[in-house]
């Protein structure tokens, strides 16, 4: 599974941004997929992440500023972040988990997109 994403950039503060992940290869039926984000010295923490089914979950921080769609027919993933705040600034991962819900799910990530909010 190869992942591309795009749309990272510089923005003020309150501002928006829209990232996008196209993934292509062998994506089975089921899967999750998502973004993940790590500031500098900080861990990388779950943004958001939308299963095949369409179910999603997103971390506390960006509740209410950050939405998480998929085009299941281009196996790519949105995130349209508004309100865009300092401490969004990060590099935001895509991530695949083929298998999602099961015990031997495999994880593949993108090469990452810097996204830097000025206050």
């Known amino acids: 599974v190869q992942l591309q994403a795009s749309g990272g950039g510089l923005v003020q503060a309150g501002g928006s941004l829209r990232l996008s992940c196209a993934a292509s290869?062998?994506?089975?039926?089921?899967?999750?997929m998502g973004w993940y984000r790590q500031a500098p010295g900080k861990q990388r923490e779950l943004v958001a992440i939308i299963t095949s089914a369409g179910s999603t979950n997103y971390g506390a921080s960006v509740k209410g500023r950050f939405t998480i769609s998929r085009d299941n027919a281009k196996n790519t993933v949105y995130l349209q972040m508004n309100s865009l705040k300092p401490e969004d600034t990060a590099v935001y991962y895509c991530?695949?988990?083929?298998?999602?819900?099961?015990?031997?799910?495999?994880?593949?990530w993108g090469q990452g997109t810097l996204v830097t909010v000025s206050s």
């Open positions: 991530n695949v988990r083929n298998g999602y819900g099961y015990s031997w799910a495999v994880d593949y």
């Open positions: 290869g062998s994506i089975f039926s089921s899967n999750a």
